[in-house]
């Protein structure tokens, strides 16, 4: 899947792995990993030592999630993303109904 398909904002359900059926915001895309980090999904707990900045303790974060693994939501509904050329640019659109999103 093209980095272009997901973008930061977008809400998007986890199709595979350990939160499989949960759902959340791309907080951030990492196209050159082609991966996303979705807000509440992977989560990891960090154990970070004192810092200048801050105090330290476990801190809990979420873990980068392949594009493989998730699916954009459109109006509750989990769908496939494709791109259509024109002359504005490359758009998205639902590969079922053929709809720009």
């Known amino acids: 899947m093209t980095m ?4 930061k904002g977008d809400t998007v359900l986890v199709t595979a792995g350990k939160d499989k059926g949960k ?3 791309i907080i ?3 196209p050159k ?3 996303v980090i979705v807000k509440g999904i992977n989560m990891y707990k960090r154990h970070m030592k004192p810092r200048e900045e801050g105090g ?3 801190i809990e974060r979420e ?5 493989a693994k998730v699916m954009l939501m459109v109006e509750g509904k989990a769908v496939r ?3 259509t050329r024109s002359k504005d640019g490359v ?3 639902n590969k079922h109904t053929g709809k720009a999103l």
Not at 4 to 7: A, N, R, T, V
Not at 63 to 67: C, E, H, M, T
């Open 56 to 58: 330290g303790g476990i």
């Open 23 to 25: 759902s959340g915001e």
């Open 81 to 83: 993303v494709g791109l």
């Open 63 to 67: 873990r980068a999630l392949s594009v």
């Open 4 to 7: 272009k398909k997901l973008k």
């Open 91 to 93: 758009k998205r659109i």
């Open 33 to 35: 990993d082609a991966t």
């Open 28 to 30: 951030k895309v990492l």
